[in-house]
């Protein structure tokens, strides 16, 4: 599914109760070793800061970097901050990493490189700016033994993602997060900023980014307030200006309309913020008559796609395309401007472009925003033609064209071609491109889905066979030379694009295969065509799919047809060992399934995997598909590599009708367990499909058939909250007293997955289960504490559960809810008798727990009811962990109640000390205002103010200076 936009603020949810005690004594002493290594290398830490790597002082030094922070500081000084801002910085203190997604336009870079500045200022961060390639990040990092902030602005691309960058990213993110999740303190040091474009994020190939998923932020859930919205737009324009129509907008991108109402009139910005798209072809036309120059840059830098090398303007250009599309456009202006005054002139009109539509960052020269960019392109495209179809680039030419004479309406933002001789012109750049190895604006054109633009590239082509025929084998031979002279490269020339879902995927993509690249688009007469070009229908990607499999992977019926007739090898395996029958059985394709069957496919071939084309149905959910395939003699008794039979996955993937013909077809099935154990009932009573249960039941399925687990079908029935099946099998006799290995019980694993109402129906069929307990002595109502479901432990409790059983590291169910928050359950576990100063076999008591772990609202609570400020056994109190975590409230509470204010534990720490390594002026205020004592020294014969020095947090420092004075 896709990622939750939820930031999670814990990350103990996988670690178990018991060995996070353990864990936390670890911590505790690890942190203390790392604070004594720490102060004791206090000159070498001053050394290292002084002497950073020779790459790092250079990459400083650079004039790119610097021009690039003086651009962001430029642009920062009329950022006004929001709800969303604070926000993520708030994340980003808290994760060291932030992904924040939003639309074009609403401002998401600006927060970002806010941000980056703002570390840069307080805390000495060294902004690494527009970084497009993970291992820069990889080398940086162990490069440079400073703070840094990465930021990586439009993140897998700015309008549409670019799979090509994604793929690279996606091989080394984890390693990438991996360097935040190894940082402990003192040597925190590395934060990374993203920002992604909704369209991005929502884009089927990001899926691959799993490990991002926890940094997410929206910028959606934090939208523009009015507050927010008058000081943004009076940054840019007169406060005396009556624009209050203005803030009623809700549009997405209302920060760069901001931007762009700067210096302009009250009734421009009105109409502005009405219809930027008419807005801005009214101000570019307007450009055009005032200014051709200027307009000559914006057409520039249309022409190549947003942006081109500011170089070009001193006759410096990177190729023989770019200098020729130069002076060409030149051409169409009738200016000289190639002589040598041509750049200085230029250089002019760009300064005075600078506070309007295009500005300079870094070498390139670009516009102020995307959307400025799309519309621009399109009446430059429109305006010059012919410059555009000769010069734009093969993605441009591939999606932003479409022929008048063969469309009834015009809708959408497009060039309109308007005549045959431009239509060929356009024809002659798509057979360029092929002739250069780019096959995108060819075969995943934006106006196949056309049938009248098909029938008139296929006719051109037809009417150039010879010429057509020529490129493709150079194409071909291309392919061959980089596989003969490059192979290990070549391997990873392109990524995997069966599962790509939308013709901008392949836009950068490097396959060159058009006959597979077109049975992915599925328009038959181009695989015809491709035929008749002589192509191979057998040729194979590096996959080792052909196009047959990729077709039949699709469901692509039409081209399927066309490939078989023309002799396609449907006994072709790719590198999976897959056939077209198993990826069509697999997709559930059924007629593409029965032409394949109609030629004698073979339905017993089997992947890597073990799957069978009928495995393959049943996993896939098509019944019909699995019912034409037995029909046709496939083996319905067979199993995959881990035991899952054609039954078992038909019951796992709720196919109904199969699971009924199955046990009447073969009663071998009907007990037939996986490698792990899992029975077909097994998999009915997971997923709670009744009617199935009820078939499997009227032919004997066994019922105590244990998993590897231990778990039997009642079990699972009662951890998945599916009662009615619970019903069912305790009507006919199933045993409520079984237990997992673990010793879980049916009630156990029912309290701790929540499902209350199976709670009340186990009690009621056997009162005694109420008090049995795991192998790590954890009860029902220990289990349902913690997890905090009030309502199972008012059910508990109602049916005299042991409010006082402890688990193996004695803790009680009311300790439990203290240490996870559970207020409303501490609430009724007090009420009913609880001890609340009971503590864990460390001497953690119950405050100690909620201290520890952040939970106010407990902590309130258990003062409020006279708790004890007990320490543990190692003479750590609530205050000093309170400190050491940082929460201000809370420490601020126990401080009022001048609980161990004074008070070190074995290492010879205080709350002060804790409170000054940390940084936590807050807590350092509240501590001296309560008469802490700034003289003692801990272990190492460290004061506060000595460590608050060494960890350069001057206002602490400062702090205690004044006090003592």
Not at 164 to 190: C, G, R, Y
Not at 556 to 567: A, Q, S
Not at 708 to 721: H, K, V, Y
Request: hydrophobic share 35%; with cysteine.
């Amino acid at each position: 599914g896709k990622f939750t936009t939820k930031t999670n603020v814990t990350e103990h949810a996988e670690v178990t109760d018991g060995n996070k005690e353990d864990l936390e004594t670890e911590r505790k002493e690890d942190n203390t070793e790392q604070t004594t290594a720490f102060l004791k290398n206090e000159d070498l830490e001053t050394e290292r800061k002084e002497d950073n790597t020779e790459q790092t002082t250079a990459f400083l030094k650079n004039e790119k970097y610097i021009q690039f922070i003086q651009d962001w500081k430029k642009d920062d000084e009329k950022f006004i901050k929001t709800t969303a801002t604070e926000k993520i910085e708030k994340y980003l203190n808290d994760f060291d990493c932030v992904v924040v997604v939003g639309n074009s336009g609403n401002g998401k870079s600006a927060i970002i490189r806010h941000i980056a500045l703002k570390l840069n200022q307080d805390s000495d961060h060294v902004i690494i700016p527009s970084v497009v390639d993970p291992s820069d990040i990889l080398q940086l990092v162990d490069k440079q033994e400073g703070n840094q902030v990465f930021v990586v602005d439009d993140f897998c691309g700015k309008e549409v993602l670019n799979p090509h960058t994604a793929f690279m990213w996606s091989s080394q993110i984890d390693d990438i997060i991996n360097v935040i999740k190894t940082q402990e303190l003192p040597v925190k040091h590395v934060k990374f900023l993203f920002s992604v474009g909704r369209e991005i994020y929502d884009d089927n190939v990001f899926q691959h980014f799993e490990s991002l998923e926890k940094y997410v932020v929206m910028l959606s859930d934090f939208p523009l307030n009015e507050d927010e919205k008058i000081k943004m737009i009076h940054e840019y324009i007169p406060s005396q200006m009556k624009l209050k129509e203005t803030y009623g907008f809700n549009t997405d991108y209302f920060p760069v309309l901001c931007k762009i109402a700067e210096g302009k009139s009250a009734k421009q910005i009105m109409n502005l913020f009405e219809n930027l798209d008419d807005f801005i072809k009214t101000e570019l036309f307007d450009i055009h008559k005032k200014n051709s120059l200027q307009y000559y840059l914006i057409l520039y830098c249309a022409l190549f796609n947003d942006h081109f090398k500011a170089t070009i303007l001193d006759g410096v250009f990177s190729s023989e395309h770019e200098k020729t599309a130069f002076y060409n456009l030149c051409m169409e202006f009738h200016y000289g401007l190639y002589k040598k005054s041509a750049g200085v002139r230029l250089k002019e009109c760009l300064r005075g472009l600078e506070f309007g539509y295009v500005r300079q960052t870094d070498d390139f020269i670009h516009f102020i925003h995307r959307k400025v960019y799309q519309v621009a392109a399109i009446i430059s495209g429109q305006s010059f033609v012919d410059c555009f179809i000769k010069f734009a680039s093969h993605s441009f030419i591939a999606e932003n064209y479409r022929f008048e004479s063969i469309t009834l309406e015009r809708k959408g933002q497009f060039i309109w071609i308007k005549d045959k001789e431009k239509e060929n012109r356009y024809f002659d750049r798509l057979m360029t491109d092929l002739e250069g190895g780019l096959t995108y604006s060819s075969f995943h054109n934006s106006q196949l889905y056309n049938t009248s633009y098909r029938k008139l590239f296929c006719a051109y082509c037809y009417n150039r066979k010879q010429k057509v025929i020529a490129l493709l084998y150079k194409l071909e031979e291309m392919n061959q030379s980089q596989l003969r002279n490059e192979c290990e490269e070549y391997e990873q020339d392109y990524e995997d694009y069966i599962n790509f879902e939308k013709q901008y995927h392949f836009s950068s993509h490097k396959m060159r295969q058009p006959i597979l690249e077109s049975a992915w688009e599925g328009y038959g007469d181009i695989i015809k065509l491709l035929i008749t070009m002589e192509l191979d229908v057998n040729k194979k990607d590096r996959f080792g799919r052909s196009a047959l499999i990729v077709a039949s992977h699709h469901g692509k019926t039409d081209v399927v047809k066309i490939l078989l007739e023309n002799k396609a090898d449907y006994a072709i395996l790719d590198n999976k060992r897959q056939s077209a029958l198993l990826a069509a059985s697999r997709k559930g394709h059924t007629k593409i399934v029965k032409l394949l069957l109609e030629k004698n496919a073979d339905t017993s071939v089997r992947d890597l995997e073990g799957f069978t084309p009928v495995l393959a149905a049943c996993e896939g959910g098509h019944t019909v598909v699995a019912h034409m395939l037995f029909e046709t003699g496939a083996d319905v008794s067979v199993c995959d590599n881990i035991g899952q039979s054609s039954l078992f996955l038909a019951c796992l993937h709720n196919c109904k009708d199969f699971v009924n013909f199955l046990i009447h077809t073969s009663d071998k099935l009907l007990n037939k367990c996986n490698k792990k154990g899992m029975s077909p009932l097994s998999n009915a009573c997971m997923k709670g499909n009744v009617k199935i249960v009820n078939l499997l039941l009227e032919a004997k399925a066994n019922i105590e058939t244990k998993d590897c687990e231990g778990r039997t079908p009642l079990f699972i029935a009662c951890q998945e909250g599916q009662h009615k099946v619970v019903d069912i099998l305790v009507k006919i006799g199933a045993d409520v007293m079984t237990c997992d290995w673990h010793k879980h019980t049916l009630l156990t694993i029912a309290c701790e997955n929540g499902h209350s109402k199976i709670v009340k129906t186990l009690l009621e069929l056997n009162s005694s289960l109420i008090n049995e307990i795991s192998e790590d002595s954890r009860s029902p109502l220990f289990i349902a504490s913690e997890k905090g479901y009030l309502n199972i432990v008012d059910t508990l409790l109602k049916n005299n559960a042991d409010i006082e059983k402890q688990d193996n590291e004695k803790r009680t169910p009311f300790y439990v809810a203290c240490r996870f928050g559970r207020l409303q359950v501490a609430e009724l576990l007090c009420e009913r008798g609880a001890n609340i100063n009971t503590c864990n076999k460390w001497g953690g008591s119950p405050l100690f727990a909620a201290c520890r772990e952040g939970h106010q609202d407990v902590v309130q609570f258990l003062i409020d009811n006279n708790t004890n400020f007990v320490e543990d056994e190692n003479e750590t109190t609530p205050l000093l962990v309170a400190c050491e975590e940082g929460y201000t409230k809370i420490a601020k509470l126990l401080i009022d109640k001048e609980a161990g204010i004074n008070t070190c534990n074995k290492e010879g720490k205080y709350p002060l000390h804790s409170a000054a390594f940390g940084g936590h002026t807050d807590i350092v205020k509240a501590l001296i205002d309560k008469a802490a004592d700034k003289s003692v020294k801990d272990s190492e014969n460290h004061t506060s103010l000595d460590i608050a020095r060494i960890r350069r947090f001057s206002d602490i420092e400062n702090m205690l200076r004044v006090c003592d004075k």
